[in-house]
């Protein structure tokens, strides 16, 4: 059997159409309304507080000119001692040069006192083997007096 023409200019669905409109909003309404209220009575509202450094005063500015002139000062010096550089390097190589030399010249000065040394034990040995052998000789040995001119003459004739 054939279905039967409906006819779709019925305005019967109208009211139904309407009712469920006003109903969905109703309803979206109602939800977010009470959401809103939830949150208000739940939590409380946070608080932004934005805060920025205090305006600079007059002594915070004269501050800052004054390290700024500071620092102006500090890289004068900086340039100054720059331009210095080259001859402080120079006069620091001639400084360890001279160190050197002192070097060599103590290493000198050690080997001539330690000859000085030895030779005054050869001069003590040989005192000693001429008292002996004046002994034996039955000669008076030498004094200190003796000994003492001795070594005036030596040194006037022989400086080093």
């Known amino acids: 059997m054939a279905q039967p023409y409906r006819n779709t200019d019925d305005g019967s669905w109208a009211p139904v159409a309407i009712t469920l409109t006003v109903l969905v909003v109703a309803l979206v309404l109602g939800y977010f309304l009470w959401n809103v209220a939830n949150q208000n009575a739940d939590q ?6 934005v805060s920025g450094p205090p305006p600079a005063s007059a002594s915070t500015f004269r501050k800052m000119d004054d390290d700024l002139a500071k620092m102006h000062t500090v890289a004068e010096q900086l340039a100054k001692l720059e331009a210095q550089k080259p001859e402080l390097e120079k006069q620091l190589k001639l400084l360890d040069q001279a160190s050197a030399d002192v070097d060599v010249a103590d290493r000198k000065k050690t080997a001539a006192e330690q000859e000085r040394v030895e030779a005054m034990a050869r001069v003590k040995a040989a005192s000693t083997a001429i008292e002996r052998l004046a002994k ?3 000669v008076a040995a030498p ?12 040194v006037t004739k022989h400086p080093n």
Do not use: F, L, V, Y
């Open 44 to 49: 409380p509202h946070p608080t932004t507080t």
């Open 143 to 154: 004094t200190k007096a003796d000994w003492q001119r001795a070594e005036k003459n030596a």
């Open 136 to 138: 034996q000789a039955g």
